[in-house]
């Protein structure tokens, strides 16, 4: 019998790691207030600061923001923020700021003589595992290529804010995977957890408006209810039920903040009973009703502790 050649020429079967990049946002803003006394949010965001003058603190250490660092944030990170020796807010927050693509050179160069900063953005997702790293900081010194690329980020904002053409698209992708490059492979390294949690953590977060019973969910799992309850609770640290509404409640904010899809429609896609139920565990969870997080959601933040 004719052996058919498929392309490749070995028998080994390989596997890789299997992530999906998706892009939130990329924006680029003029800030005169950029005080929060916490900000945390399910998502990795890199900024960089065209000028100096801005600050993040996280457990106690300050970072001032240079020109010529990137900073990765993984999600979940608590961490606060303010430019010059401007005043943290108890309650809330203070911003003040806009698009750049709204200005003209002229009234840009007259908001960075009066204390503006121009400051870049960039919101993505990994999905699981690589959403569920260490929170943290890091701070990344631009190389040439970084430095570039960057530029090229910025000079295509200043004219473009809705529509990215796939050279761009590539060199934010590029942006992206050169930091967690950066990060190290230990920081990758995760500890070996039991197949069957993860192939059910990948289900949930990947059908998150579907109606999830721990019985469905052990069935899918090939096991006792009981027994898979027990040995998800042993490797994730919480109860299988408190998990879902967990990312129930991370994926609402991800489409709040990053789609125009309606309240209601949010509510149905992320596997809530309808708005009103929607709106009293969103409440309960994060503090804000969803039409208040929606509106100003990306200044407000919440406490990744609110969501344990």
């Known amino acids: 019998m004719k052996q058919i050649y498929t392309g490749d020429p070995s028998e080994i079967i390989q596997s890789f790691p299997n992530f999906n990049l998706q892009m939130l946002c990329c924006r680029y803003w003029w800030?005169?207030?950029?005080?929060?006394?916490?900000?945390?949010?399910?998502?990795?965001?890199?900024y960089n600061n065209a000028q100096k003058g801005g600050f993040m603190e996280y457990k106690r250490q300050v970072y001032e923001m240079a020109p010529d660092t990137l900073y990765l944030i993984t999600p979940n990170t608590d961490y606060s923020s303010r430019l010059y020796d401007h005043a943290i807010p108890e309650d809330g927050y203070n911003l003040r700021g806009g698009r750049i693509s709204d200005t003209t050179e002229n009234e840009r160069d007259k908001l960075l003589k009066n204390g503006a900063i121009e400051h870049l953005f960039i919101h993505f997702t990994l999905g699981y595992p690589y959403d569920h790293v260490a929170p943290g900081i890091f701070p990344f010194r631009m190389n040439g290529?970084?430095?570039?690329?960057?530029?090229?980020?910025?000079?295509?904002?200043?004219?473009?804010?809705?529509?990215?053409?796939?050279?761009?698209?590539?060199?934010?992708?590029?942006?992206i995977c050169e930091l967690l490059f950066s990060m190290g492979e230990e920081k990758w390294s995760?500890?070996?957890?039991?197949?069957?949690?993860?192939?059910?953590?990948?289900?949930?977060?990947?059908?998150?408006?579907?109606?999830?019973?721990?019985?469905?969910?052990?069935?899918?799992a090939n096991m006792a209810t009981n027994a898979f309850s027990r040995l998800f609770k042993y490797y994730v640290g919480e109860t299988l039920q408190n998990f879902i509404k967990k990312k129930r409640i991370?994926?609402?904010?991800?489409?709040?903040?990053?789609?125009?899809?309606?309240?209601?429609a949010i509510a149905e896609k992320t596997g809530f009973a309808n708005r009103y139920h929607f709106t009293r565990?969103?409440?309960?969870?994060?503090?804000?009703?969803?039409?208040?997080?929606?509106?100003?959601?990306?200044?407000?933040g919440f406490s990744s502790d609110s969501l344990s």
């Open 190 to 220: 995760y500890p070996m957890k039991d197949v069957r949690i993860t192939k059910i953590i990948r289900h949930i977060e990947n059908n998150i408006g579907d109606d999830f019973t721990n019985e469905s969910l052990a069935n899918i």
């Open 281 to 300: 565990i969103f409440s309960l969870v994060t503090g804000y009703t969803p039409a208040k997080y929606k509106k100003e959601g990306i200044l407000l």
């Open 145 to 175: 290529h970084l430095e570039d690329n960057i530029v090229l980020l910025r000079n295509y904002l200043v004219k473009n804010v809705a529509q990215f053409n796939f050279t761009i698209f590539l060199t934010i992708q590029s942006i």
């Open 31 to 46: 800030v005169k207030n950029w005080e929060h006394k916490k900000l945390s949010f399910p998502f990795w965001r890199i």
């Open 250 to 264: 991370q994926r609402a904010c991800l489409l709040l903040l990053h789609s125009d899809q309606s309240i209601d």
